[in-house]
C-alpha cells in the first residue's frame, strides 16, 4: 500500500508570504493528524483529524495556522502569514484506528527568510 | 503535566557493540508506549510499540523495548549495531486511543566501524 505522502518536501518562503502544505494518508485512515518539529526542539502535535471534523486542536499554534480535510480524505495545512518562527519540519501522520501506532510521512521541511 | 524524557541526546558506539537509549515517561495513566526512528532524510518509521501484555517488545531491525512500570521506563536495546542503524530515535507516549502523541527531544545514534 502507498503511504503517507507529503508535500513539498522543501519550501523557502519569505516572511509574510503564504504557505500550504498536503498531506495524503493512507487510503482508508479515517485518523489524520499534524506534528511540527521545530529546530533543536520536541516533536509537537498540532491537530488531528477524524475523517473530515477537527478531532483536537489543541496544538494549533495561533490562528496563523488553517488546517482543513475535505471530504476526509487528504489535508491542507495553511500558514499564512509566515513568521520566522514557523520554520521547522512538519510531519503528517495517519492511522486506521486509534492506539495503533501511526504511519508518519517524510515530512515538509519549512524554511521561512 | 505529562512529560517524555531521552536522556542522552547523543549516543556514539562502535559497530557491533551492544547499546541501549534510555526513556523516562512521567503519567499518573497509563500509557501506550512507542519508539519512532528518523533515519536521514527520511520519515519517521515505527520500531516498536507497547500497548499491554508482555513487558518485552520485540521491534524491526533487532531491536527490542523492556517496559517498567515502577520505574516510568521504556528504554531501547540492540545486542549489537550495525552503521545502517545510524539515526535519530524517538520515544513517544500516547495517553489513551488516539489521542496525541508525546515525544522525547530524540536521540542521536551515531555507529562507527
Known amino acids: 500500500e502507498a503511504g503517507v505522502t507529503q508535500f513539498p518536501s522543501h519550501s523557502v518562503i519569505e516572511k509574510g508570504q503564504t504557505v500550504t502544505l498536503r498531506c495524503d494518508p493512507i487510503s482508508g485512515h479515517d485518523n489524520l493528524y499534524w506534528y511540527r518539529r521545530v529546530m533543536g526542539k520536541e516533536i509537537k502535535f498540532l491537530l488531528h483529524f477524524v475523517k473530515e471534523s477537527k478531532q483536537d486542536e489543541s496544538g494549533m499554534p495561533n490562528n496563523r495556522f488553517l488546517a482543513e480535510r475535505t471530504g476526509g480524505t487528504y489535508s491542507t495545512l495553511k500558514v499564512q502569514p509566515a513568521e520566522l518562527e514557523d520554520s521547522g519540519v512538519y510531519f503528517c501522520?495517519?492511522?486506521?484506528?486509534?492506539?495503533?501506532?501511526?504511519?508518519f510521512g517524510s515530512g515538509t521541511r519549512l524554511t521561512v527568510v | 503535566a505529562q512529560s517524555v524524557t531521552q536522556l542522552d541526546s547523543q549516543v556514539p558506539v562502535f559497530e557491533e557493540a551492544p547499546v541501549e537509549l534510555r526513556c523516562n515517561y512521567s503519567?499518573?495513566?497509563?500509557?501506550?508506549l512507542f519508539w519512532y526512528v528518523q533515519y536521514p532524510n527520511q520519515g519517521l518509521q515505527l520500531l516498536l510499540k507497547y500497548l499491554s501484555g508482555s513487558t518485552l517488545v520485540k521491534g524491526i531491525n533487532g531491536f527490542e523495548a523492556e517496559f517498567n512500570k515502577s520505574q516510568t521506563s521504556f528504554h531501547l536495546r540492540k545486542p549489537s549495531v550495525h552503521i545502517s542503524d545510524t539515526a535519530e530515535y524517538f520515544c513517544?507516549?500516547?495517553?489513551?486511543?488516539?489521542?496525541?502523541?508525546?515525544f522525547g527531544k530524540g536521540t542521536t545514534l551515531s555507529v562507527s566501524s
Open positions: 501522520a495517519s492511522s486506521p484506528t486509534t492506539g495503533a501506532g501511526y504511519t
Open positions: 513517544a507516549v500516547e495517553l489513551s486511543a488516539g489521542t496525541a502523541l508525546i
Open positions: 503519567s499518573s495513566v497509563s500509557v501506550y
